[in-house]
């Protein structure tokens, strides 16, 4: 389970370092997609193909369904970490996300999120309210 935010810079190669405390739930095949926000979601390969197993269900005779499944998957690339613990991102992606140097990657329970730093202050900040409200009405 990924939990936590963490500071991390983009090198000029378009490579991030994985935090250590994610590291150990990692396996060998990631896969890296457009966020539903402006991010990027990084899975283990089993975490994508539970998700799309599920999203295989969806009947193809809808076109909602169609433009989901293109989108999502348009936006998704198989990427491996590097000898030292990093993940290249395409520069598709970076721009997806509006990636600069600064980054945080923020665990999503089966997923990380990769976030310009900038981007998820703001994010943070604009709905610091709403997550306590969210929190209120889900009583868990």
């Known amino acids: 389970m990924f939990i936590g935010e963490f500071n991390a810079n983009l090198d000029d190669s378009h490579r991030l370092s994985i935090p250590?405390?994610?590291?150990?739930?990692?396996e060998e095949s990631l896969v890296i997609v457009k966020g539903f926000e402006?991010?990027?979601?990084?899975?283990?390969q089993s975490d994508?193909?539970?998700?799309?197993?599920?999203i295989n269900q969806l009947s193809f005779t809808k076109s909602a369904?169609?433009?989901?499944v293109r989108g999502l998957n348009s936006g998704a690339f198989e990427v491996d970490?590097?000898?030292?613990?990093?993940?290249?991102?395409?520069?598709?992606?970076?721009?997806?996300?509006?990636?600069?140097?600064?980054?945080?990657i923020?665990?999503?329970?089966?997923?990380?999120?990769?976030?310009?730093?900038?981007?998820?202050?703001?994010?943070?900040?604009?709905?610091?309210?709403m997550i306590a409200q969210l929190g209120e009405e889900l009583d868990i």
Do not use: P
């Open 20 to 26: 250590n405390n994610f590291k150990k739930y990692l």
């Open 38 to 44: 402006k991010c990027l979601y990084l899975y283990n």
């Open 48 to 54: 994508w193909l539970a998700l799309s197993d599920k």
């Open 65 to 68: 369904n169609r433009l989901f």
């Open 81 to 104: 970490l590097d000898a030292k613990g990093r993940v290249c991102i395409m520069q598709k992606l970076i721009d997806h996300a509006g990636l600069t140097k600064e980054c945080v």
């Open 106 to 129: 923020v665990g999503a329970s089966n997923r990380m999120e990769i976030w310009d730093k900038a981007e998820w202050d703001k994010y943070m900040l604009e709905n610091e309210a």
